[in-house]
């Protein structure tokens, strides 16, 4: 369970993110939804201790995010927007060096990096470099390296962007897959298809700020518009200044 309440931030005089509030639920899927720029990036490197918010609370589970931050990082998974993957490291060891940070014992590290990597479909690249490999491949390294310490929290910055369709798809599949799983999935993300096949909730950030929060059917009848693409612009477009 994941919660934010009246979360600001700004870097100089850009504000980045201005009193936002939202709650993203156990065994669901909640779309982080704006265009670029919105705050959705930045909101969620605060919830995943990253940065620290100027104003606000938010919290995780029990824990509060600035309160107790190894907590927080014990209980999420996140998938930044920049991998961040060390290239001269295989895939294999990306993946043990991050469950070794989680103090996993060496047998369960074992058992879960096989487990992934299995269901990841990684057996090809589990022992190449990560230098060279293609942005699929990349994620599902970093996906991997999120999951290995098996979070209840998963946090996915626009995870399907460069990636090829079958990718896409196979990435859809994993995400399902968590929700089924009882985590809490959150994904920004400023693709509609995305959108339309994945989530149950849809937060929409714009100008910094939360604009809408509900589900797919609720913004549709909220906003007039059957067609997400649709209502997603009138929310946006209303909250410029």
């Not at 897959?177 to 714009?206: N, P, W, Y």
Request: glycine letters at 10%; a negative charge; proline letters at 3%.
């Amino acid at each position: 369970m994941i919660r934010a309440s009246g979360l600001t931030k700004s870097f100089g005089d850009v504000r980045a993110v201005a009193d936002a509030s939202f709650s993203a639920a156990d065994g669901q899927i909640t779309a982080l939804l704006g265009p670029n720029g919105a705050g959705k990036s930045t909101t969620l490197r605060i919830l995943s201790t990253v940065l620290k918010a100027d104003a606000g609370e938010a919290w995780i589970d029990d824990h509060e995010v600035a309160a107790d931050p190894m907590a927080i990082r014990r209980s999420i998974g996140v998938l930044p927007h920049a991998a961040g993957l060390y290239t001269r490291l295989t895939a294999r060891e990306n993946i043990a060096y991050f469950g070794a940070l989680h103090g996993l014992k060496r047998s369960t590290l074992k058992e879960r990096m096989d487990g992934l990597m299995e269901r990841l479909d990684m057996g090809e690249i589990a022992d190449r470099r990560v230098a060279g490999f293609s942005q699929g491949q990349r994620i599902k390294v970093a996906l991997a390296r999120a999951l290995i310490h098996d979070p209840g929290n998963v946090m996915l910055d626009e995870p399907t962007n460069g990636l090829d369709v079958m990718s896409t798809r196979a990435l859809r599949e994993i995400i399902l897959g968590l929700k089924a799983e009882g985590r809490c999935v959150v994904f920004s993300s400023h693709i509609m298809q995305e959108v339309a096949t994945l989530c149950d909730e849809i937060v929409i950030v714009a100008s910094g700020g939360v604009r809408f929060e509900g589900t797919p059917q609720s913004l549709s009848a909220h906003t007039g518009q059957e067609n997400l693409e649709e209502a997603f612009i009138q929310i946006v477009q209303g909250a410029e200044p």
